[in-house]
């Protein structure tokens, strides 16, 4: 089962998140016919934006990360809602790469490292934040974190991981994501630093365990205490009814040539493949 955990050291002075979402990425994988090395970026995307998007308290809240740094995967597009629930997509799905010198995927090389992450939180109400890094080195895990330094002003270790079995599909994926608090001790940041090396592959943990395991090793020696953990999936909202406000929002010309086409006119969606037909008649109703 797919699950987002918090954690909190006994001092106070770290907080961590974690997430396994092995079952969500390879409902994504099977959506989109992902090879691998999109698979991976998909699946370190999509759990980035679950941890990120479960801290938006209010409930109509969601948070987009858009990750486009001019490599041959194009655009990746993840949204999550105030619970972790999750959904996105790649640009180019089919995209076949070489492994790296060391037998991992070539998800920098996928991405490109000329472009931006950009995280755009929408608390259902006024104008939404929206904050963006340079990309470092397009393995999404690391851009992440100097979005951290540079859009939120706070220093986080982010760690990503997703494991492609032989046949192409998902064997593990997840993260996590740690930060010190303030008031934190160089103690503290030694400890810390020293347990996230020892922690290495997430990966390597989630394959037989659950995120409980990851905070347990890169809290080692800090007591932690889980706050809350609830399960978290791949959850499209896309009915028929919004996808008719988004027609009516294309505007009456819009309307108008579709309905003048005199065939029925079909829309899908990019996140579910989903297909919603409207015949002219339909369409004409709509202006």
Do not use: W
Not at 28 to 51: D, E, K, N, W
Not at 68 to 91: A, E, H, K, W
Not at 203 to 228: Q, R, S
Not at 250 to 274: I, K, N, P, Y
């Amino acid at each position: 089962m797919d699950k987002l955990i918090r954690a909190i050291s006994e001092n106070g002075e770290i907080k961590l998140t974690a997430i396994t979402l092995r079952a969500a990425v390879e409902h994504a994988r099977q959506i989109h016919q992902t090879l691998p090395v999109a698979t991976a970026a998909l699946g370190r995307a999509m759990s980035a934006a679950s941890m990120l998007g479960a801290r938006i308290k209010e409930p109509n809240g969601s948070l987009t990360l858009r990750i486009n740094g001019g490599g041959p995967l194009g655009t990746i597009m993840v949204v999550s809602d105030p619970t972790g629930n999750v959904r996105g997509y790649v640009q180019n799905p089919a995209i076949d790469l070489l492994k790296r010198p060391d037998g991992k995927l070539a998800v920098g090389e996928a991405v490109g490292r000329e472009g931006l992450l950009t995280i755009t939180k929408d608390l259902g109400f006024g104008d939404p934040y929206v904050g963006s890094t340079t990309l470092i080195s397009g393995e999404i895990a690391e851009d992440l974190a100097a979005y951290y330094v540079e859009s939120e002003q706070t220093g986080a270790a982010v760690a990503l991981g997703v494991l492609v079995d032989r046949d192409q599909s998902v064997l593990a994926a997840g993260g996590y994501i740690v930060e010190l608090l303030p008031g934190a001790s160089e103690d503290a940041l030694t400890l810390l630093e020293q347990n996230i090396a020892a922690t290495g592959s997430v990966t390597d943990t989630l394959k037989d365990h659950g995120p409980e395991a990851l905070a347990e090793k890169v809290l080692a020696g800090f007591n932690p205490k889980i706050l809350e953990e609830h399960p978290v999936e791949y959850r499209c909202y896309c009915t028929r009814e919004r996808v008719t406000k988004a027609l009516i929002a294309a505007g009456t010309a819009a309307l108008r040539e579709m309905a003048s086409a005199g065939e029925d006119s079909v829309v899908t969606c990019q996140f579910c493949d989903q297909t919603h037909h409207f015949t002219p008649a339909e369409i004409a109703a709509l202006l």
